[in-house]
């Protein structure tokens, strides 16, 4: 399986910016579909973007759109995640997730195979 280890979450006050990052380790990344999903405390993990490897199809939840940005670099093997106008509800931890063969619901965690660790994304008002 494949490792990942994220990067870049921290404090930010509303309306900023953030870029997580998600470095993967191993071979073939260009070919697994990846995704970040949040925690927040006492909540269940929330699905916030996905990413094919095939053709870099891009999805994202509902209340993401237009304001995150998936993207990845297959040359550094790494995720990407770009979060902008960014609210107090969007503190939480963020994972990024890897998934080494068809995804049928990019929105389930159960898809993945492997998680990062997680890193800390805290919004103040």
């Known amino acids: 399986q494949v490792q990942l280890l994220e990067s870049g979450g921290g404090l930010v006050q509303a309306g900023g910016s953030l870029r997580l990052s998600c470095l993967a380790s191993g071979r073939s990344f260009s070919s697994y579909n990846m995704g970040w999903f949040r925690q927040a405390p006492e909540k269940e993990r929330e699905f916030v973007a996905a990413?094919?490897?095939?053709?870099?199809?891009?999805y994202y939840a509902d209340s993401m759109k237009g304001r995150f940005t998936i993207f990845r670099d297959n040359a550094k093997n790494t995720l990407y995640l770009q979060m902008n106008s960014l609210k107090p509800e969007d503190t939480a931890v963020y994972y990024c997730a890897a998934a080494s063969g068809p995804v049928v619901e990019y929105a389930y965690p159960y898809e993945y195979g492997s998680w990062g660790q997680g890193t800390q994304v805290t919004v103040s008002s």
């Open positions: 990413i094919r490897g095939s053709s870099g199809s891009t």
